[in-house]
């Protein structure tokens, strides 16, 4: 099987190509490196560089391959930014997404497996959250995966395009041997952040004691980059057996609070982490956590690494070996 996957040099698109190659599937990796790390394309794969949201390139790639499926990564990430910046999100995350489905549709290919968020529910009513949980975004990031989700849905139903789109909670960890982890530039995520305050004997900045949570900082559900990828092997599985448009969640099902990561990080390193309060960011919930009923009866999804001090060693592991 040939598999076509976007933005393979950041970071969940690199474990994903790994993963593949691994299991003897072809892959074909397209990444602009606009934010991915060339280092990150794997060298048995086929590496293509371009824009996605250049129809030009795009046609170029689905001409010259034939794909069993798409596994879409490319994106831009950053809640924040989204707020700073929102046109560059709708442009860059809905054209390029719109631009493989119809070269999708013009090529035949009809499996997209879509990298979706858990930010397209916005604040929850209900925890753990359900897929279908009312839809309404905080922000243009959220906002954007959630218009890409309801494209997708109308291509199945014109087109015959089946997808899955997993709805990531809180994606962490690292390869457990340190050799592959997270680097995103900006950084966002609370781990590596984290991480980096105690590695540079610097602050770390916390936002928000005021939550309606046990220890008052908000509660996220984390899950492990390996765990994430097999959910992506078991959706393509799906659309092999069950053609369709299906969403689920990918998560544990429980959660932990800033406070909680925090002492994990010093367990894990040694290191006692000096944080700096400050207020609460505009939008962020109290607790985010997945309702994992589905994936784990639909897929036989049931994760491996995503234990939190698990997450935590893998990531320290990787960042202490990028420090050297």
Known sequence: MKILVT?????????????????NFEVVIADS???GHKENIDSRAVFMQGDLKDTSFV??????????AVIHFAA??????????PYIYFNNNIL??????????????????????AGVYGNPITIPIPENHVKHPENPYGESKLMVEKI????????????????????????????????????????????????????????????????????????HVLDLVEAHVLAMKKLQQTPGTFAYNVGTGKGFSNKEV?????????????VTEADRRPGDADMLIADVTNIKKDLGFSPKYSDLETIVASAWKWHSRIQK
Not at 59 to 68: K, L, P, T, V
Not at 98 to 108: D, G, S, T, V
């Open 7 to 23: 933005g393979a040099a950041g970071y969940i698109g690199s474990f994903m190509a790994r993963r593949l190659l691994d299991e």
């Open 33 to 35: 490196l606009e934010r």
């Open 59 to 68: 046609e170029n790639i689905f001409s010259a391959h034939s794909f069993d």
């Open 76 to 85: 831009y990430i950053s809640m924040k930014e989204s707020m700073d910046n």
């Open 96 to 117: 390029a997404s719109l631009n493989i489905l119809e070269a999708m549709r013009n090529h035949k290919s009809n499996n997209f497996i879509f990298s979706s968020t």
């Open 152 to 223: 997708l849905s109308w291509y199945g139903q014109l087109h015959s395009i089946s997808s899955v789109c997993l709805r990531y909670f809180n994606a962490a960890g690292a390869d457990l041997e340190g050799r592959y982890g997270e680097d995103h530039l900006p950084e966002s995520h609370i781990i590596p952040n984290i991480i980096s305050a105690a590695m540079g004997k610097k602050s770390f900045m916390l936002y928000g004691t005021d939550y309606k949570t046990p220890d008052g900082t908000c509660i996220r559900d984390y899950i």
């Open 262 to 274: 925090i002492d994990m990080v010093k367990k894990v390193s040694g290191i006692q982490v000096e």
